[in-house]
């Protein structure tokens, strides 16, 4: 169970079909998810000499060349294709679509083919963005697909971008899974319904099989807000907190002096074997994993330079390119640590995480409250972070009869932060405050769960910045572990009443069980990690996990999208 290589399949599948010289014309969102899973190297290898997008009406007319169309079956694309084969550029041409086709658009595919050009119409069902083998998003934003529409509502537009996102990930993975979520979401009650109903209407694609045991888990963000608000210290999140990774791609064109070849770069794992090595590594190991990688390099390097004799020359011109791709690698890593490592200084945010840290984990009113105030009067600490923080106080001591977060609101407008800002910490409250939430989160909503708070808190941790464990971490260890087993039952009741529940009842645990989880609202990396942990400790009981969600976020991306509807 592989987003990566479900994904690379279909794309190997459309340049590898057809021999000869080609052309590959995308569209707005089959761009990014091809460029995730394979190379513009790989692609040429495959005599593909030109990528375009479908609506470049600039695009000259070369009918010596074969065309290849990865779509999505979007009225925008369908129209594209519809102007195109009206006046074809090319010779031939072989059209996938990345969804299920509706009988009415190859209809109008057909009469517009009047140059007969149509070679070949597929469907490759590679409709989701596969970041890592474990993890998958459907690539929401407020700007294309806005999540909501009203309160704690989908959006008609995002639900069936979702719907055809998580039915393509099951239909590329072969999987007709079992559908539970979240009791009190009715967001995840609705995507459920509406996956189950597809499944139904085209059994044809999805099968009949009962002897399925796949699990889809279908969660709502609500329900674990302050995962998203946290400073994390994993390589790939730090990117992706600090400086922004989009699709795998980063923009370092801001910083001064760039070199050329690094204003933007690319995060492979396949690609780029210290990522893959390094991007679950903290901080403080980074440091020594970097240095490790330039001294590799400087040895090979010496290497190189000693050409004595022709063979020496031969090993030389071999080696050339990974020589390269290896001096490539370390400019990027050298430079994206060196970023980081400016930002944490600059930002103070070793500080900013230790107060984060104690907010999340720690029931400690009056030492977190003298605390915030003191960080909330320091100017060098960014408003973003002085308001993260205010959000986990708010979100921790929303009953505590002591609670001062208007007295913390009015100081973070007093320091000079933007009004629209200090909104958010009400936004935040508003999506999932006591009342919408689920769970008991901070573990202290009783006598009893403070209690298991407070033992948990005289447990070892890696150290202070790294105390909090995901909310779904947690669930999956324990319904893995087969602990609690009738409380995950009526917490996760199955879609279908009908349905069998997995055996999580038994104390020796689960087996044989691939588990799909999708998070309405988004997943973070920090969950990513979780669950490749998980992956690894329960991989030789023959559990699988997989992670996916709406979209993939950071703090400021999970802040905005809340922006837009709960103000």
């Known amino acids: 169970m592989d987003a990566l290589k479900a994904a690379q399949h279909y794309i190997n599948r ?37 990528v375009d997008r479908i609506d470049n009406v600039q695009r000259d007319a070369m009918r010596h060349l074969k065309c290849l169309c990865f779509l999505r079956p979007t009225d925008s694309s369908i129209q594209a294709l519809v102007d195109e084969l009206r006046s074809p550029k090319y010779g031939d041409y072989y059209i996938y679509f990345s969804n299920i086709l509706k009988k009415s ?3 109008l595919l057909a009469e517009n083919d009047e140059s007969e050009v149509v070679q070949e119409l597929q469907e490759f069902y590679a409709d989701f963005y596969a970041l890592t083998p474990c993890l998958f998003h459907i690539g929401l934003t407020p700007s294309t697909h806005p999540l909501f529409a009203e309160g704690h509502s989908w959006n008609p537009g995002a639900l069936n971008r979702t719907v055809q996102g998580l039915s393509a990930l099951l239909l590329s993975l072969k999987k007709r899974p079992n559908i539970r979520y979240e009791r009190n979401s009715g967001m995840a009650l609705k995507l459920g319904r509406e996956l189950e109903y597809l499944m139904n209407h085209e059994s044809n694609l999805f099968g009949a099989n009962t002897n399925d045991k796949t699990q889809l888990y279908i969660l709502d963000r609500k329900n674990d807000p302050v995962t998203p608000l946290l400073t994390h210290w994993t390589y790939h999140a730090m990117l992706h907190e600090l400086i922004g990774v989009n699709n795998g791609r980063i923009d370092l064109s801001y910083l001064p002096d760039i070199r050329p070849e690094v204003k933007e770069v690319m995060l492979s794992q396949d690609q780029d074997s210290f990522f893959k090595q390094s991007q679950f590594l903290n901080f403080g190991d980074l440091g020594v994993s970097v240095k490790e990688f330039v001294d590799s390099y400087q040895s090979k390097t010496a290497s190189q330079h000693k050409i004595e004799s022709i063979a020496d020359m031969k090993r030389f011109v071999e080696a050339y390119p990974e020589f390269r791709k290896l001096s490539g690698n370390v400019t990027k890593h050298v430079t994206l640590i060196g970023e980081l490592s400016r930002i944490v200084g600059s930002h103070h945010l070793l500080a900013v995480s230790e107060l984060e840290q104690s907010l999340a984990c720690n029931e400690q009113h009056n030492t977190d409250l003298k605390a915030l105030k003191t960080l909330i009067a320091d100017p060098s600490i960014q408003p973003e972070n002085k308001v993260r923080c205010v959000v986990l106080y708010a979100l921790r001591y929303e009953r505590a009869q002591s609670n001062a977060l208007h007295e913390l609101k009015q100081q973070l407008s007093s320091s000079g932060v933007d009004a629209d800002l200090v909104s958010t910490v009400d936004v935040v409250l508003r999506y999932s405050g006591l009342r919408e939430r689920q769970s008991d989160i901070f573990q202290n909503e009783n006598i009893f769960s403070r209690g298991r708070n407070m033992f948990k808190g005289l447990q070892g941790t890696e ?9 779904l971490a947690e669930m999956l260890e324990q319904l893995l572990r087969g602990r609690q087993g009738l409380h995950w039952q009526e917490r996760l009741p199955n879609l279908d009443p009908q349905a069998r529940p997995p055996t999580i009842g038994n104390e020796s645990g689960m087996f044989n069980q691939d588990i799909i989880v999708f998070v309405v609202g988004g997943v973070t990396l920090d969950e990513e990690k979780a669950v490749a942990n998980l992956n690894a400790r329960f991989g030789s009981q023959n559990v699988r996990i997989m992670l996916g969600g709406t979209s993939l976020h950071n703090s400021h991306t999970f802040l905005n999208e809340l922006s837009t509807t709960f103000y």
């Open 105 to 107: 658009m190859i209809e």
């Open 14 to 50: 459309i340049v590898t079909d057809t021999s000869g010289m080609k052309v590959l014309l995308l569209d707005r969102e089959t761009t990014p998810i091809i460029s995730l899973v394979s190379t513009q190297s790989h692609l040429l290898s495959k005599e593909v000499y030109l």
């Open 463 to 471: 150290n202070v910045y790294t105390q909090h464990t995901p909310a």
